[in-house]
């Protein structure tokens, strides 16, 4: 257990990240039973298993004739055509010796016949011979159970399941699966300069963008947001609004009042917590990002400033929220080499929001827009963060830079 102090200390991403997995683990989430055509993005939460072979009956691999074998002794062979086979349909009685059937991709091989042969190597004499004039290299039929065979794991617990699962799972007429429940989210947002949506603009006050972006990241990120509150930098407030969301909430997201100063309101509330995991870490923007667990629930606080509320979701929350569902995040973290020199200079890493293209041999990162942690203009057009490495050099073009691709751009 992380031990709660007065002062912050500070650590760096790896360990922060490090300390939400191993407090992830520790909770759980229910399951439920959904409908597979509403799974999509759901986790499975128990192994799925086939309920019959797949295929149910030998298919043909071709439109062609089937056909036994056992007549293709000499070439060119005559054979009698008794039946046409398209798919979907059945065939009533087993071929025998001299003959063959029309049969389409997919269809029913009969009883019988051990062998399809391609429509383009054979000839029509007339109207029910066949002219067969070289052998066929494979037997070009799927056999029963070729794909899947009864009790096979279909989808194994802890998968997320996406479109290709839902088909397979058709496959098999199954309709309901178990998942886990998603987590549940809690939004309270803080701040005494907060407008409300639709209040006249009046100096020092500004309107609550950062409550609409984390909500919209929580729902993109398969969590339910189940409480979303904007309150005034007031202690009583906070504590009320959070009593509000406890018992209904898996992760409770704060939202401004995390700053070093007068109204430091989250990081007074962490102290009393279970576990504090972290109240600061070395990065810039966003250092004083908070998180702590109490009574099972997870809280992180993030900063009031955009830029660093974003930054702060991705590298933490949304982490959090992907190991809560026993996935891996969906942040691809990788190498990107700078495209400009960056001069600005800091004692902890700075995190910066840019865009990326992938080239052949590499991957290219740059900023766009300002990288000022109020400034919100990039938000939209980021795909990528990158990390500027703490010191007191100048970054030169051609860096290779910690980097991480952006889900969902």
């Given amino acids: 257990m992380y031990t709660p102090v007065d002062k912050r200390n500070d650590i760096t991403i790896d360990e922060a990240r490090k300390r939400i997995a191993e407090s992830m683990s520790k909770l759980t989430l229910g399951t439920e039973k959904v409908n597979v055509d509403d799974s999509d993005h759901r986790i499975i939460a128990e192994d799925v298993k086939a309920t019959h072979d797949l295929p149910t009956f ?15 002794t000499s070439f060119p062979v005559q054979l009698k055509v008794v039946g046409n086979i398209p798919a979907g349909a059945n065939f009533d009685r087993p071929l025998v010796s001299g003959e063959a059937v029309r049969i389409m991709t997919g269809g029913y091989v009969p009883d019988g016949a051990d062998l399809v042969v391609m429509l383009e190597t054979t000839k029509m004499l007339d109207d029910d011979t066949l002219e067969i004039s070289e052998r066929q ?8 159970g070729s794909f899947f065979h009864q009790g096979d794991v279909l989808l194994s617990k802890d998968t997320e399941i996406n479109p290709g699962g839902i088909s397979l799972l058709s496959a098999f007429d199954i309709h309901e699966i178990t998942v886990y429940k998603k987590p549940r989210i809690g939004i309270i947002t803080t701040g005494s300069e907060l407008l409300h949506p639709g209040e006249d603009i009046v100096n020092g006050k500004i309107f609550n963008s950062n409550g609409p972006l984390i909500k919209a990241l929580c729902t ?39 700053s070093v100063g007068d109204y430091d309101i989250i990081a007074n509330l962490a102290k009393s917590a279970d576990e504090l995991l972290f109240n600061k870490i070395q990065m810039r923007p966003g250092s004083v990002t908070t998180a702590f667990v109490d009574k099972g629930i997870i809280y992180f606080g993030l900063s009031g400033n955009p830029g660093a509320c974003f930054t702060g979701f991705y590298l ?3 982490y959090a929220l992907r190991v809560l569902q026993k996935q891996k995040s969906r942040c691809i973290e990788c190498q990107g080499t700078l495209n400009e020199e960056y001069t600005k200079t800091n004692m902890y890493d700075r995190i ?29 057009r980021a795909t990528c963060f990158f990390e500027i ?21």
């Fill in 220 to 258: 993109e990120n398969g969590a339910d947001v189940v409480g979303y509150t904007q309150i005034k930098d007031d202690p009583e407030l906070l504590r009320q609004a959070v009593k509000d969301l406890q018992g209904k909430c898996d992760v409770i997201i704060t939202n401004g009042g995390v």
């Fill in 58 to 72: 030998r298919r043909s691999g071709y439109d062609g004739f089937a056909l036994l074998s056992s007549d293709l």
């Fill in 316 to 318: 933490y929350v949304e």
């Fill in 137 to 144: 290299k494979r037997d070009n039929i799927t056999q029963i």
């Fill in 352 to 380: 910066l929001r840019g865009q990326y293209h992938i080239d052949s041999d590499h991957i290219e990162v740059g900023r766009v827009g300002g990288d000022q942690s109020d400034n919100l203009n990039n938000l939209q």
């Fill in 389 to 409: 490495p703490r010191g007191d050099s100048v970054t030169p073009a051609g860096s290779v830079l910690r980097t991480w691709l952006l889900p969902f751009k």
